[in-house]
Structures are given as C-alpha cells and as structure tokens.
C-alpha cells in the first residue's frame, strides 16, 4: 500500500503546529465568508490568493499556502448550511437544496438537530471523497502519464462539454458564456508565437483578463447586486447547539445511512465528472425523496432532507479537487481557482506533480482529513458567532464587502484597471444570472483556455491540421466520443420527451 | 408608501425580452471583434503551424452561433410572457449600490484605497442605513484602519495612498 505509506508521511508535514495553525485559520476564515453574502469558496479563495505570493516563496510554502486556500474551501462548504437553515438564505449556490427541509426544522424549534445533520453529513460526504481522492487519484495520474496533447485536449473538451451536456441552463446560453470565457482567455500575448491578439494597442491588455478579477466581479459583486434586489433584511432563526443536541442527533444519524451512502456517490460522481457541487446536491435531495419511505413528507423538515444534499455537496465540492490535482481539470470554479493559484506558485498541475511535488501534494490530501476534523469541529462550536454575522445590517455589510472585493482586484497585479474590470464583472454577473447564462463554465474557460488552446495547437501540430487525430486511439477517441455526445445530449433529451410526448 | 407610489416601484424598467435580446446582441458584438481581430493577426495555417489568431477564430464563431440562437429564442418569447427583467423599485436599488461603487473605484486612484473606503462605507451607513453619525464614523474609519494594520503592515502588501496617508507619513 504506497498510498497509505505516502499518506502519511504528508500527515507527517500537515501536522506540523503552523500547518494546523493555518487550517483553524483557513476553516474559520472560510465559514466566515460561507456565511457573508456576496462572499462565497471561489471568490473567497481569489481575494486572499495575493496574499499567499509571497507566503509561497519560502521552502515548504507551497503546501502550507494550498492548505490555508483548501481549508477556506471546506470552511465556505460548512458556512453554506449555517445560512441556509438559520435564514432561509443559501450562502452558496450548492446550500439551495438544503434550505426545502432546514428552514422549516428551524423554524420546528428543531434548528440545532439541524445544524448537527447538517455538518456531520457534510464531513461523511467530505470524508469519503478524501478517501476516493486518497486511492483514485495515484492511478489515474499514473494513466495520465501517458497522456499527450491529442488526449489533454480531449479531456478539456471532455470537461466543457459535460457543462453544456449537464447543465440545467439553456445548452446555448451555457456555450456562449463559455466561449467568452476562451475569448477573454485569449486576450493579450499569444503563448506560443508572442504575438499579440486582441488587446486593440490597450497596454492594461497587454497580460489579458485575469480570471482572479474575473472571479471577484462575477461572483461577488453580481451576488451583492442580486441580493439588493431581494431586499436588505434577514429574518433568521436563532441556534445554540449544545453536546446534547449534538450526542442526540448522532444517535438518530445511522439511521439514514442508506441516505448517506447515495449521496456520497452522487455527490463524488458529479465532482469529479465537472458538474459540480450544486447540480450534486439537487440531484441527492430528489434521490433520496424517491427512496425515503416517507418522500412526500419532504420539504416540511425532515433531517433526511438535510443530510442528502449537504453529503453530495461536500462530497462533490472535496471530489473536484481530484481532476484539478491529477489531469489540471478543475471539476469546479473554486478548484478552478486553486487552479489557478497552483499555476501562480510556479506548480504545474497535472499527473507529473505527484512525482515531481510528493510533499506538495501529500501534505494536501492529509490536510483534506485534517482541516474537515477542523471544520467540523470549528462549526459546532462557533454557531451562534457565525449566524451573529448575518445579523450585521447590509448597510453596513455590504460596503465592506466590496472593500474587500476592491482590495482583492487590485492586489492581484498593483493595477486600478483590475479594480474597474471587477465592476464590470460584477454588472455582467447580475445580468448573467438573471438571464441563466452560467458563471462556472465561464470561470474555469478563462482559467484553462490557455492551456486548451496550448494542447489543441501542439495536437494540431503532430497531426498537421487533422482534426482526426482526435479518433486516433481507443483513448482518445473514447474521450472525444463522449465530449461529443455530451454536447448533443440536450438535443438527444429533447427528442426523447418529444418522441414520448407525441 | 402610498399604492400609487408603490405601483410606480413595481413598473417595469426592462422586459426580460428586451434584456435577453440586448444581450445576446452584445455577445453578437463580442464574436464580430474576436472574428475582425483573429482574421488580422492570421488566422489561418502558416509553415510553422496553426496561426496566432487559429483558435480565437473558431471561438468567436461559435459565441457568434449560439448568441444567434439566443437571440432567435429571446424574440420569439411572446410579449405576454416577458416578466420584468427589473422593477422600478429594484433598479433603484441596484443603481444605489453601482453608482457610488463607480464612484469609490474613481476615488481609490485620487485619495488613496483607505480614505476612499471610509467615505464609501459612511455614505452607505449614512444614506442607506440612517445610522446615527457617531455610528457611521467609527465604523467606517475603524474598518479602513484594520484595513490598514492588515494589508499594509501585517501582509506587507502595498495598496493605494492618497494625500492623507502622505501628510501623515505613512507611505
């Protein structure tokens, strides 16, 4: 067993008292923004990003960066439920599924029990998509190896592809919101030849869009926007858990364990798959609604209501890093900033880190188990403080925020041109998600069209302008014969119900 | 709020039709300059392989495509069906929040991040949340100087100063 040997020697380098130190830090940091409206995993990750350049530098930097980064990640996918069962409010776009049975158990005077399925089923979730990681991801970056750029390539489109396939917006909304994210990834210095395309003589283009700015607008001042509309108060329910809720809810738990399981699977499917925690956790709660004997009672607080989307979600969430880390394929816009932060510290992702960076990328999937101990623990302690957060007028909440988001634009590069994108980011993500155009697909094509554009070029290279070397082999041709079928799937679905219909 | 006034903040300022058309217009836009752009630097296949503006090319044609589509369905919604994109009420909202924000991102480059974000942050607490000025004062100058501590000497990360960080020589 290589991997349990690996495994802990990376225990030996998480568990070193500045590593812990970081990952209380990163998970309390995290349910903090999990909490805050307009403040979510991926642009929560994208403000405090600069902050690791130069944490990054020193020796061993790297994994402690990624730990304090990852951390914040699992602590945003904790704070999603706090706000979703106390106000009625999901803090996070995969937290929707979990407000149909937490608020009315809330407002049941039963929002401690709650609160309590909530977080142990988002550890079980995370925990078994730790362990998939843990034994999955050596083997598939081991098969990666072999992997050229015909098969990247592939496995790009594999990934945007599934975004149209699977995606509840409109299959042409989801392609144009995508394909702008390849043309803004385009813009500025051409990788392979230098030239210059797109910038029309801006010198602030020069270096292209960054998505870190990108990602700050989009999500965090568009959400800022959105929530405005909706009105400025929040009519929460009050929590205190105590060990006897805690101890209680726990004896009551492995009762839903087939629920549990379901939803792990789910959950770590539709990660690693890049369709995401939020699709997971829907998908889990209408599973388990079909399998509880007392589905129709859903929706009027029941813990099982509870406990399937907040596993899926976590298991989703935590499975999306294994592509990131293996293949460079980030299964979600918060591993896609990750991503990103891994390119910055000079990583490159891909099969090659788990030999070139063992430490690196040990010491991660030890921090995996031991920040959602943290998280966990952090979470049942410090409810009452974090809903207190939500009790912080928007008045005043709101200009902080975009503070926040206004320093994290100009510290990715020193530059106030960043800080005016960020604002026009933020308009087009509050029309995009009125309009149903996908942010996530958006996202990670900014982050990898690069890459893509890199490995379709150096295919295109080998095969001189034969788009069949896409077919060439077993593999690639799988690869690429899925992506296709994923990208007409929406069509195919339509025929089917009409073929039904008719 | 009177009814009449609350069926004014109810109108709307934008059908859905029209936003959905006015967008996918604009990613219409977006597909002309990458296409215009891609064809200048060469989009084609020189001796050394595919040109710079190769793939931009393909990628403009096909936002330029799907935005057709988008635009085909957004005029065929019929106008019955077109719920406000934005209410009255709402937009004013928004515009609350945006205006000012343009306004603060104007002022950072001026008067420095720090004293830009005071302002900013009063304004809200004062215009939108009636607090009371002793109120709005500490919050909004206590949170540019935590600001301060963190970024400037915990991080040691350098943000915009403006002419108050100079006279007090903190630059």
């Given at each position: 067993?290589?991997?349990?040997?690996?495994l802990?020697?990376?225990?030996a380098i998480?568990?070193?008292?500045?590593?812990?130190?970081l990952?209380f830090?990163?998970?309390?940091l995290?349910?903090?923004?999990?909490v805050?409206?307009?403040?979510?995993?991926?642009?929560?990750?994208?403000?405090?990003?600069p902050?690791t350049?130069?944490?990054?530098?020193?020796?061993?930097?790297?994994?402690?960066?990624?730990?304090?980064?990852?951390?914040?990640y699992?602590?945003?996918?904790f704070?999603?439920?706090?706000t979703?069962?106390l106000?009625?409010?999901p803090g996070?776009?995969?937290?929707?599924?979990?407000?149909?049975?937490?608020?009315?158990?809330a407002?049941?005077?039963?929002?401690?029990?709650?609160?309590?399925?909530?977080?142990t089923?988002?550890?079980v979730?995370?925990l078994?998509?730790?362990?998939?990681?843990?034994?999955?991801?050596?083997?598939?970056?081991?098969?990666?190896?072999?992997?050229g750029?015909?098969?990247?390539?592939s496995?790009?489109?594999l990934?945007?592809?599934?975004?149209?396939g699977?995606?509840?917006?409109?299959p042409?909304?989801?392609?144009?919101?995508?394909?702008?994210?390849?043309?803004?990834?385009?813009?500025g210095?051409?990788?392979?030849?230098?030239?210059?395309?797109?910038?029309?003589?801006?010198?602030?283009?020069?270096?292209?869009?960054?998505?870190?700015?990108?990602?700050?607008?989009?999500?965090?001042?568009?959400?800022i926007?959105?929530?405005?509309?909706?009105?400025?108060a929040?009519?929460?329910?009050?929590?205190?858990?105590?060990?006897?809720?805690?101890l209680d809810?726990?004896?009551?738990?492995?009762?839903?364990?087939a629920?549990?399981?379901?939803?792990s699977?789910?959950?770590?499917?539709?990660?690693?798959?890049?369709?995401?925690?939020?699709?997971?956790?829907?998908?889990?709660?209408g599973?388990?609604?079909?399998?509880?004997?007392?589905?129709?009672?859903?929706?009027?607080?029941?813990?099982?209501?509870?406990?399937?989307?907040?596993?899926?979600a976590?298991?989703?969430?935590?499975?999306?890093?294994?592509?990131?880390?293996?293949?460079?394929v980030p299964?979600?816009p918060?591993?896609?900033?990750?991503?990103?932060?891994?390119?910055?510290?000079?990583?490159?992702?891909?099969?090659?880190?788990?030999?070139?960076?063992?430490?690196?990328?040990?010491?991660?999937?030890a921090?995996?188990?031991l920040?959602?101990?943290?998280?966990?623990i952090?979470?049942?302690?410090c409810?009452?403080?974090?809903?207190?957060?939500?009790?912080?007028?928007?008045?005043?909440?709101?200009?902080?925020?975009?503070v926040?988001?206004?320093?994290?634009a100009?510290?990715?590069?020193?530059s106030?041109?960043?800080?005016w994108?960020?604002?026009?980011?933020?308009?087009?993500?509050?029309?995009?998600?009125?309009?149903?155009?996908?942010?996530?697909?958006?996202?990670?094509?900014?982050v990898?069209?690069?890459?893509?554009?890199?490995?379709?070029?150096?295919?295109?290279?080998?095969?001189q302008?034969?788009?069949?070397?896409?077919?060439?082999?077993?593999?690639?041709?799988?690869l690429?014969?899925?992506?296709?079928?994923?990208?007409?799937?929406?069509?195919?679905?339509?025929?089917?119900?009409?073929?039904?219909?008719d | 709020?009177?009814e009449?006034s609350?069926?004014?903040?109810?109108?709307?300022?934008f059908?859905?039709?029209?936003?959905?058309?006015?967008?996918a217009?604009?990613?219409?836009?977006?597909?002309a300059?990458?296409?215009?752009?891609?064809?200048?630097?060469?989009?084609?296949?020189?001796?050394?392989g595919p040109?710079t503006?190769y793939?931009?090319?393909?990628?403009?044609?096909?936002?330029?495509?799907?935005s057709?589509?988008?635009?085909?369905?957004?005029?065929?919604?019929?106008?019955?069906?077109?719920?406000?994109?934005?209410?009255?009420?709402?937009f004013?909202?928004?515009?609350?929040?945006?205006?000012?924000?343009?306004?603060?991102?104007?002022?950072?480059?001026w008067?420095g991040?720090?004293?830009a974000?005071?302002?900013?942050?009063?304004?809200?607490?004062?215009?939108?949340?009636?607090?009371?000025?002793?109120s709005?004062?500490?919050?909004?100058?206590?949170?540019?100087?935590?600001?301060?501590?963190?970024?400037?000497i915990?991080?040691k990360?350098p943000?915009?100063?403006?002419?108050?960080?100079?006279?007090?020589?903190?630059?």
């Amino acid at each position: 067993m290589e991997e349990i040997q690996s495994l802990m020697q990376g225990f030996a380098i998480a568990l070193s008292f500045k590593n812990l130190l970081l990952m209380f830090t990163g998970v309390i940091l995290g349910v903090i923004i999990g909490v805050l409206p307009g403040l979510g995993g991926a642009n929560g990750v994208a403000i405090l990003l600069p902050l690791t350049f130069s944490m990054a530098q020193t020796p061993g930097g790297t994994t402690s960066a990624i730990i304090l980064l990852s951390c914040i990640y699992w602590g945003a996918l904790f704070g999603g439920a706090i706000t979703s069962i106390l106000f009625n409010i999901p803090g996070e776009p995969w937290s929707v599924a979990t407000t149909f049975d937490g608020y009315p158990l809330a407002q049941n005077g039963r929002a401690g029990e709650a609160l309590t399925a909530a977080f142990t089923s988002s550890f079980v979730g995370a925990l078994v998509a730790v362990v998939v990681i843990t034994f999955l991801s050596p083997v598939v970056a081991k098969f990666a190896l072999e992997f050229g750029p015909p098969e990247f390539f592939s496995v790009y489109l594999l990934t945007f592809c599934a975004f149209v396939g699977m995606s509840k917006e409109p299959p042409f909304k989801t392609l144009a919101s995508m394909m702008l994210g390849f043309a803004l990834a385009a813009v500025g210095t051409d990788p392979v030849t230098g030239t210059l395309r797109l910038t029309f003589g801006s010198t602030h283009l020069l270096v292209g869009f960054d998505f870190l700015v990108a990602v700050i607008g989009l999500f965090g001042i568009g959400e800022i926007l959105l929530t405005l509309e909706e009105g400025l108060a929040f009519k929460g329910t009050s929590a205190r858990i105590n060990l006897r809720v805690v101890l209680d809810t726990w004896r009551e738990l492995p009762k839903y364990w087939a629920t549990s399981i379901r939803s792990s699977v789910v959950g770590c499917f539709m990660g690693i798959v890049p369709g995401g925690a939020t699709p997971a956790s829907f998908m889990s709660y209408g599973v388990a609604r079909r399998f509880s004997k007392d589905g129709e009672q859903f929706g009027t607080g029941k813990l099982e209501g509870v406990i399937a989307p907040e596993t899926a979600a976590h298991a989703a969430g935590t499975s999306a890093l294994l592509p990131m880390l293996t293949l460079g394929v980030p299964g979600s816009p918060t591993a896609a900033v990750l991503l990103g932060g891994l390119l910055i510290w000079g990583l490159q992702p891909g099969p090659l880190l788990f030999i070139e960076q063992k430490e690196f990328v040990w010491g991660l999937i030890a921090s995996m188990y031991l920040g959602n101990i943290a998280g966990l623990i952090v979470v049942l302690t410090c409810v009452p403080l974090f809903a207190a957060i939500l009790r912080i007028p928007f008045a005043v909440i709101a200009p902080v925020i975009m503070v926040i988001c206004a320093i994290g634009a100009y510290t990715v590069h020193n530059s106030m041109f960043d800080v005016w994108m960020m604002v026009v980011f933020g308009i087009a993500g509050y029309v995009f998600k009125k309009l149903g155009y996908p942010l996530a697909p958006l996202v990670l094509a900014i982050v990898l069209g690069d890459r893509a554009e890199a490995s379709f070029r150096q295919a295109m290279l080998v095969s001189q302008g034969d788009m069949t070397i896409f077919f060439s082999n077993a593999l690639v041709g799988s690869l690429t014969g899925l992506a296709m079928f994923l990208l007409v799937w929406p069509l195919l679905s339509l025929l089917i119900a009409r073929m039904r219909g008719d | 709020m009177s009814e009449e006034s609350s069926a004014r903040e109810q109108r709307t300022v934008f059908s859905l039709k029209t936003a959905e058309i006015g967008v996918a217009l604009l990613f219409l836009a977006v597909s002309a300059i990458v296409v215009w752009d891609s064809v200048r630097v060469g989009a084609k296949w020189a001796e050394d392989g595919p040109e710079t503006g190769y793939f931009p090319f393909y990628i403009g044609l096909i936002i330029g495509f799907a935005s057709l589509f988008n635009l085909l369905r957004a005029a065929l919604i019929p106008a019955e069906k077109s719920a406000a994109f934005v209410e009255v009420g709402q937009f004013k909202l928004v515009l609350a929040v945006l205006v000012p924000t343009a306004i603060y991102t104007a002022l950072i480059g001026w008067i420095g991040i720090y004293v830009a974000s005071t302002v900013y942050v009063a304004f809200f607490m004062r215009w939108l949340g009636k607090y009371a000025w002793w109120s709005t004062a500490a919050v909004s100058i206590g949170n540019s100087v935590a600001f301060f501590l963190v970024f400037e000497i915990w991080f040691k990360i350098p943000l915009p100063k403006g002419p108050l960080e100079a006279a007090l020589g903190l630059n």
